[in-house]
């Protein structure tokens, strides 16, 4: 369905965010790997966390989704879990695990059954097939498992087809900066003999780490003298259920509306319960080098081992930047909306060795160019680079979505900050982590009218 979203007259108010995907991801993987029963709330309810839901589910362990209750935020749901521990999950039927088209579940889900017993075969839609997936299963092979994927153009691909069984601990030097392969190798470490250490160059998110600790797992970090870290895990440990499990809000679901508020010339959103991981939170200083006000409020830890907190963001003058491939690395995710910021900045901007985007649901990279191309903005894409001259608006138009979540939302917010309307071609890609975002746009916005299309 398409959706029609007009300039904002202003942008005012307060905001509680769908749960942090990727904490709601590992919470409930986690929650199968401990023997016990686990209660996650404030999760977020996108389709990819539902997909992660479907897997453990599908390895047996009860999974069950419960009502809302009247302190639960839009957009996120409460989940119990009851599971036998690592041991007690193997391959149930003909082992299809449906992970949609969520990467996480794909990549995270071939750890988790690298040491369950059976045969697995983790698949999803068109998009997920078209994703690389032989970052994950080089070091699983590394570590003993029986893991191949089909042959694709940048390698090995879903459908995934792992025969759990006995893995031996390894070292792992990743080339490619990513939490989500370090996570696979961590979580298949739990099962492995010995010990399994991950080596990556930049730090990614470390909410694996803080997680599996949490529960009782053996991980260690040292900071090499490359600046690089080694993550180790000791294999054979049992983890323990966490009673109760609470999800922040998604800091990748704010970066749109620390964007649009910076944007907008009349604007004050406060965003409530964020996570401020300091894995997380770069978005945030990037946005504070281009002028960005962003102001923080630490909330009290309440014992789930993520630092959480209140943003308030006010209307700003934002200037030009440089974003470098470490940045890239540390906000990957927000890169989408971040080339709109660059966009409006006064100055030019580049993006720099963004490579890992093309990677992603879409190839990000052509995504962004063509759609903000077609909304009156100037980009220039040279390789792996994109390049901004800044001190524009959009003008409205119709750029393609290419069923990306984060491409529908970042030309929804041109729109909210620009000149003129943009028909978004396919408003319900918004929904993999954000189901609530253009609720929450007419909102912010005093109920202007925006408009819906079959």
Known sequence: MSHRVNPAARLRGELRLPGDKSISHRALLCAALAEGETLISGAGDGHDVRSTAGIIRALGATCERLPATPDDAPGTARWRVLSPGRSGLAAQGDGALDCGNSGTSA???????????GTHVLDGDES???????????????????????????????????????????????????????????????????????????ATRDHSERML???????SRVRGADGGWSISVQGGTQLRALPQVQVPGDPSSAAFWLVAASLHPDADL???GVSLNPTRRHVIEIL????????????????????????????????GVEITPQ??????????????????????????????????????IAGVADGLTRLG??????????????????????????????????????????????????????AVSYPTFFDDAVRLAGGAEQGARA
């Open 377 to 430: 903005l100037t980009v220039r894409v040279d390789g792996d680079d994109l390049h901004f001259v800044g001190s524009e608006r959009s003008k409205g138009g119709s750029p393609e979505v290419r069923g990306d979540h984060r491409l529908a939302m970042t030309f929804a917010v041109a729109a909210l900050v620009g000149d003129g309307a943009v028909e978004i071609d396919d408003a319900a890609a918004a």
């Open 213 to 219: 600790t949490a529960r009782g797992a053996s991980i």
């Open 128 to 202: 997920l097939r078209r994703r690389p997936m032989t970052r994950v299963l080089e070091p699983l092979r590394a570590m003993g498992a029986d893991a191949t994927g089909a042959a694709g153009e940048r390698g090995e691909t879903a459908p995934l087809r792992i025969v759990g069984g006995t893995l031996h601990g390894t070292e792992w030097r990743s080339s490619t900066p990513s939490a989500q392969v370090k996570s696979c190798v961590l979580i298949a470490g739990l099962a492995a003999r010995g010990t399994t250490t991950y080596i990556e160059s930049v």
């Open 107 to 117: 990549r995270l889900g071939a750890g988790l059954v690298a040491g369950v017993t």
């Open 288 to 319: 504070r080098r281009m002028g960005a006000s962003i102001e923080e409020t630490p909330r009290p830890d309440d014992g789930s081992g993520e630092p959480i907190g209140d943003l308030r963001v006010h209307s700003a003058d934002l200037h």
């Open 327 to 364: 940045d890239v690395a540390l906000a990957i995710d927000e890169m989408p909306i971040l080339s709109l910021a660059a966009t409006a900045a006064h100055g030019a901007s580049s993006i720099l060795g963004a490579g890992e985007l093309r990677a992603k649901e879409s190839d990000r």
């Open 270 to 272: 406060t965003i409530r």
